[in-house]
């Protein structure tokens, strides 16, 4: 990879600031929590498993910048430390099974000093494992995908929205050898597809074609797509699956193309406490996503609505595969087996 999404150095965070790609390569230095709460409801990072690593980030260099109070003080600090980033972004479950790792490391230390150095150790440890999941993702991933694969995908789930490798890109990555090539939809309104997939897979020389949202019909219906490969925000029980909006809409196409549709993501993306896709919270961002582009508005006076995700029901769903193997057609039963494994 000839980048790093995120990097926690000398007790602060980098991140590589995503809204500027693919036309400059910044990364923007934060030392504190409510700081990286902004970065991830601004979007300089995005993606699932990128929010949970950074919020675990924010977690740490909170607590390194407090290690010098006395020990209430300090556990006040961090309590207003975690609810900053727990409100930042709603859907991705990630961040909160990030910062559910980060209270647990917490009880393991005695003194201010003694939390932050386990705190800075424990976010470490999340994003050397999102990398290694992701892997290993891909591994498991790759033993779908046919031998010249046309291979349509969403939204961004790759090493920009991960610690490293990618989940849906990482599956995609780990199966370049079988001579495989991409559709990268655009993903209005942020076009994480056209910025951020299309920069990420050309880097690499893996064959990417760029198309507006609005074309992946045309294209199945021609007989140009082989399979669709995606990630998750939240995987709930049931096996329905909150991904970037527009995902439903390709899952359809997909069925009523015959196509598989797979969704990849580490198990930390699976929420056995939310039964279905009703109860995942939708993240609702600002009109001015809708109305325009960075500094071009063409539609000022009118109303919008911008929900920045949907759910397509698990039985559009022909696999998820994750770092503990893959399960074909999900339901709850296999999904509890999955996790227990
Ligand atoms: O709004 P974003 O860019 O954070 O949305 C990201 C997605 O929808 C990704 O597909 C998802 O988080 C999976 S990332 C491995």
Redesign the pocket.
Known sequence: MSFDTLRLKSGKLELIDQRLLPGRIEYPVYDTASGVADAIKG?VV????A?GCAAACGIAVEAIRFSHLESGEFLAKMEDAFSVLASSRPT?VNLFWALDRMREAMKRGGNPAEIAMLLEREAGSIIAQDVEDNLAMGMHGAELVPDGARIVT????GAL??AGH???LGVIRSARHKGISVYSCETRP?L?GARLTAWELSMENIPVTLICDSMAGYLMQKGEIDLAI????RVAANGDTA??IGTYTLAVLAKRHGIPFHVA?PTSTIDPNTPTGNEIPIEERDSSEVRGYRDVEWAADVPVRNP??DVTPAELVTSIITEKGVIMAPDSAKISALLAR
């Open positions: 979007m995005r993606g699932a498993p929010i991705a969403y939204c961004n789930a929205a991960t990618g989940t849906a942020l994480q995606v990630g998750a925000d991904n970037k993501c920045a995700f």
